[in-house]
Nanobody, 126 residues
Framework: QAQLVESGGGLVQAGGSLRLSCAAS????????MGWFRQAPGKEREFVAA????????DYADSVKGRFTISRDIAKNTMYLQMNSLKPEDTGVYYC???????????????????WGQGTQVTVSS
């Protein structure tokens, strides 16, 4: 069973940067696809970025392409989300997730993920 812990959220002005971390228990990167999602108040959880199982490919939501970068450090069992040029509409609770399906992914639908972290709040002020 995977355990995920996010960190790195905070309050930042528009145009600023934050780096989120997701520390994973166990050796899950080879077995699970890993992703970042976010949820704003009153809205559904939405896809931000994800790796396929094994990390051979990754993808981003159109709204964050060119501004966010997903990466991982296998030795540290940690996945990152570098967020630059932040906008007020990026505000929300950010979650990391792990999932394993019959295809390698990346998975864009949050229903394909089995394990979730507790979330970290990101607030971007205008």
């Amino acid at each position: 069973q995977a355990q995920l812990v996010e960190s790195g959220g905070g309050l930042v002005q528009a145009g600023g940067s934050l780096r989120l971390s997701c520390a994973a228990s166990g050796r899950i990167f080879g077995s699970y696809a890993m992703g970042w999602f976010r949820q704003a108040p009153g809205k559904e959880r939405e896809f931000v970025a994800a790796f396929s199982r094994g990390g051979s490919s990754h993808d981003y939501a159109d709204s964050v392409k060119g501004r966010f970068t997903i990466s991982r450090d296998i030795a540290k069992n940690t996945m990152y989300l570098q967020m630059n040029s932040l906008k007020p509409e990026d505000t929300g609770v950010y979650y990391c997730a792990a999932g394993a399906r019959t295809w390698s992914g990346p998975y864009y639908n949050y229903r394909n993920y089995d394990y979730w972290g507790q979330g970290t709040q990101v607030t971007v002020s205008s």
